[in-house]
Nanobody, 127 residues
Framework: QVQLVESGGGSVQAGGSLTLSCAASGYYVSSYCMGWFRQAPGKEREFVAAIDSDTAGSTDYADSVKGRFTISKDNAKNTLYLQMRSLKPEDTAKYYC???????????????????WGQGTQVTVSS
């Protein structure tokens, strides 16, 4: 069965960096469209970034994180990553990785596109 386990969250000061990991089992990250979402208390789950299953690993980012966050995957480790730099207090949220067994297509920015989800990891950025 497919499982996603996030790690790497924590507390940092504004301007700091964190790298989140999402270890996948039950399938190969190279064959799925995968994404990162985040959800702050009282807010809806929002799209952060996605990476495609193609060889090029095409990526897409929310405007709010473009230039600061980088999504990547290591096929050998079957793991998805999210490198976060220049963190801001508004980045505070629980971060989730998600996967769907098809290429990334129109709709990757909505949670309903994805079939599998991890349990989330908390990121807190203080000013």
């Amino acid at each position: 069965q497919v499982q996603l386990v996030e790690s790497g969250g924590g507390s940092v000061q504004a301007g700091g960096s964190l790298t989140l990991s999402c270890a996948a089992s039950g399938y190969y990250v190279s064959s799925y469209c995968m994404g990162w979402f985040r959800q702050a208390p009282g807010k809806e789950r929002e799209f952060v970034a996605a990476i495609d299953s193609d060889t090029a690993g095409s990526t897409d980012y929310a405007d709010s994180v473009k230039g600061r966050f980088t999504i990547s995957k290591d096929n050998a480790k079957n793991t998805l990553y999210l490198q976060m730099r220049s963190l801001k207090p508004e980045d505070t949220a629980k971060y989730y990785c998600a996967a769907v067994p098809r290429p990334c297509m129109l709709g990757i920015g909505v949670p309903q596109y994805y079939t599998f989800w991890g349990q989330g990891t908390q990121v807190t950025v203080s000013s």
